[in-house]
């Protein structure tokens, strides 16, 4: 059974920066592309990042290119989301997902999802 658990989550002041990690288990990591989402309140979840399966593929939003940065570690079973210049809108709980495969193309498995962590940035 697949398990992701994220933490890092906090509050911070905008401008400021916060490292997110999701540690996943009951897969074989190395073989599955993972992402970022993030979600308010009465809004869909929205895409953040992702990663392929060994790390030399990256694909942002928009909406956070140059400010966020994902990255893996396969040793560690464990992506990480390090989140700089962060705005008030950047406020979200954020969750972390595999994808069917080890490509970004695979597309993302909603079925285990973690409990999400809460990302705060005032202004």
């Known amino acids: 059974q697949v398990q992701l658990g994220e933490s890092g989550g906090g509050s911070v002041q905008a401008g400021g920066s916060l490292r997110l990690f999701c540690a996943a288990s009951?897969?074989?990591?190395?073989?599955?592309?993972m992402g970022w989402f993030r979600q308010t309140p009465g809004k869909e979840r929205e895409f953040v990042a992702a990663i392929n399966w060994s790390g030399d593929s990256t694909s942002y939003a928009d909406s956070v290119k140059g400010r966020f940065t994902i990255s893996r570690d396969n040793a560690e079973n464990t992506v990480y989301l390090q989140m700089n210049n962060l705005k008030p809108e950047d406020t979200a709980v954020y969750y972390c997902a595999k994808y069917n495969g080890r490509t970004l193309y695979t597309g993302p498995d909603f079925g285990s999802w973690g409990q999400g962590t809460q990302v705060t940035v005032s202004s």
């Open positions: 009951g897969l074989t990591f190395s073989r599955y592309a």
